[in-house]
């Protein structure tokens, strides 16, 4: 990936990330910002609790993820200064928000994610795809933290196979079909307001939380507007900095200019957007 950008990651760490496939940790909400942040995620989850809990893990995922095309302080957060512009060194200064996804486990759940590349699913190239993962709890071995087996993103493609298992927080299932050396794994340990930073092609899961703490993050996909994503229709970006040149992804506008008829059919759009593409 080419080294651009502003100064918010020094040249050593854009040199890690191109040597690891990611970075981690970045501080990005200070305390007050990180309360208020996990407040309103807190509220909205127990307004949907009662249908949630009803739900497998992949399907209570689904319903979380894209929030930010709808909730304004979810937009708040994936055009935050600090997160852009780590992402910008890694990028350069057009970027795309293409999907959210909000990484939740209560303490006990069982749900995991298996080790996977999300370069697997998501048919996109070239690969300026970059995950920011922003904690607003702690994220630790413990709850359920997120763990990245380091220059995988370098490495030939590996196979992954589909197991549908009830447990899993992916669509399918998805998890890598060759052993994988898991003393090589790293632990990406967060605190509330720190976000880590990885590569699209980089081998990463995350156990159960066998913890008494929540742990709640939010995924968010940027990538440049050059990338080409291989799906039925054009799918569905938001521009959160510099311009968009290509038009390869259809711009829907920040949460705070749609009424609320039009958030409704903008909902189901993106649901049958992100279903075509495949997404995990
Ligand atoms: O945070 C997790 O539990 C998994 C995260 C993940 O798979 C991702 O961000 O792509």
Known sequence: MQLVGPTSLTPEERTRFDRDGYLFPKKVFDTTEAEMYLRLFMDYYSENEERLSVL??????????????????????????????????????????????????????????GMHQDGTYWNMRPANVVTAWVALSASTPANGGMRVIPGTHRQPVLPQRETYAPDSALSRGQEIDVDIDEKQAVDIALLPGEMSLHHIWI?????????????????????????????????????????????????????????ARNQAAIINRIHASVMGSAKK
């Open 56 to 113: 497998p893990p992949k399907e209570k995922y689904q319903v979380l993820a894209e929030t930010h095309f709808v909730l304004p302080w979810v937009y708040e957060i994936v055009s935050h200064l600090k997160v852009l512009d780590a992402v910008e060194c890694l990028l350069g200064p057009d970027l795309l928000v293409w999907a959210t996804d909000w990484f939740v486990k209560m303490p006990g759940e069982k749900t995991y994610v």
């Open 203 to 259: 081998v990463h899961g995350s156990h159960p939380n066998a913890s008494s703490t929540p742990r709640i993050g939010i995924a968010i996909r940027f990538l440049t507007p050059d990338v080409v994503q291989d799906s039925p229709g054009r799918p569905l970006a938001m521009l959160v900095r510099g311009r968009d040149d290509y038009g390869n992804f259809e711009l829907l506008q920040p949460p705070s200019s749609l009424s």
